[in-house]
Nanobody
């Protein structure tokens, strides 16, 4: 059974950091993986994405320079390292996987066949 399991969320103060992890099933090891987030009352938005072999990455405009996505193919894991967190980064973070190429539209949600359950990130003092 294909699964994506997120972990690492929590409560952090503004300016702090967190590292999210997405563990995925070996059946989708060749899929591109992305992180999306959804704030209360807002639509879900793309945060970061990485190709199946990790040679290209994409970032949403609001997180560039603060978030970094990496992939460990041996461990079937994608990490999202987040620094300089802001209250507006608060939301449920989901990882998702797609077989199609990320370029030119990495944030098309309908392209993603598999989704995790999400992990809550709260940035607040």
């Amino acid at each position: 059974q294909v699964q994506l399991v997120e972990s690492g969320g929590g409560l952090v103060q503004p300016g702090g950091s967190l590292r999210l992890s997405c563990a995925y099933s070996k059946e989708i090891a060749e899929y591109a993986v992305a992180w999306f987030r959804q704030a209360p009352g807002e639509e879900r938005e793309g945060v970061s994405a990485i190709t199946n072999v990790g040679d290209s990455t994409y970032y949403g405009g609001s997180v560039k320079g603060r978030f970094r996505i990496t992939r460990d193919q041996a461990k079937n894991t994608v990490l999202l390292e987040m620094i300089s967190l802001k209250p507006e980064d608060t939301g449920v973070y989901y990882c998702a996987a797609r077989a199609s190429h990320l370029w030119p539209s990495p944030w098309e949600e309908h392209e993603y066949e598999y989704w995790g359950q999400g992990t809550q990130v709260t940035v607040s003092s």
